[in-house]
């Protein structure tokens, strides 16, 4: 079956650093999307992005997010200065079509982020 | 705003009924979804409702939909305990999934 494969499980980084969070997104997917959880609270949207271009974005990614499709299979997250407020377990999604109907969102297993 | 409110727990004996419970605040949500989420793993998709439907029945999974309340509830019947995980209400907003905290359900023998 496919399915969103997410590396690394677990990283851990000191604040002030840059981390790149990798996601592989099912293959004949065409939206692509992050959130992330803070321990304790709700999954929280980030970004989604279409035809290689972020189609909406949340409050939460600011100028330090910015994601990217650079080969054609993965979709990464970038957080250029990690702050520890960033700890959080971020969710990688992908969907045939956009949430309408009912278009299913497959999300990969997490990549848990904690900044020391 | 939107916005999806969850209990954090919830605990049951193997073999009785869970219910999870689900408040949203965004009326114009055409489907509203559950995933769950096993340790390690990813949030899978469960079952969704249409907000023109006020039940769901799949198997064990029974979804009640009180539009008027704008409560949502998940029953699993005869919980096992492979059932133990989390379990995420989510509304659609513009383009994207408003999920709860998630609420975590553990079944003890």
């Known amino acids: 079956e496919p399915e969103v494969t997410q590396t690394p499980s677990h990283q851990v980084t000191q604040m002030g650093q840059e981390v790149i969070l990798r996601c592989v997104p099912i293959?004949?997917?065409?939206?692509f999307y992050w959130y992330r959880q803070i321990l304790g609270q709700k999954v929280e949207f980030l970004v989604s992005?279409?035809?290689?271009?972020?189609?909406?974005k949340s409050e939460i990614f600011d100028d330090q997010f910015s994601v990217e499709r650079p080969d054609g299979s993965n979709f990464t997250l970038k957080i250029r200065s990690t702050k520890l407020e960033d700890s959080a377990m971020y969710f990688c999604a992908s969907s045939e079509a956009a949430f309408v109907a009912d278009t299913e969102a497959f999300f990969g297993q997490g990549t848990r982020l904690t900044v020391v | 705003g939107e916005d999806v409110e969850q209990s954090l727990f919830l605990s049951v004996r193997e073999g009785d009924s869970s219910v999870i419970n689900c408040t949203y605040t965004d009326s114009s949500s055409t489907y509203l979804y559950w995933y769950k989420q096993e340790p390690g793993a990813g949030l899978q998709l469960l079952t969704y409702i249409f907000s023109n439907m006020d039940m769901k029945q799949d198997q064990r999974l029974t979804v009640l939909l009180n539009k008027k309340d704008k409560h949502l509830s998940l029953r699993i019947a005869d919980t096992q305990t492979g059932d133990s995980a989390i379990y995420f209400c989510?509304?659609?907003?513009?383009?994207?999934?408003?999920f709860g905290t998630g609420t975590r359900l553990q079944v003890f023998p």
């Open positions: 293959s004949n997917h065409l939206y």
């Open positions: 992005f279409y035809n290689n271009e972020i189609s909406e």
């Open positions: 989510a509304e659609i907003g513009t383009d994207k999934l408003i």
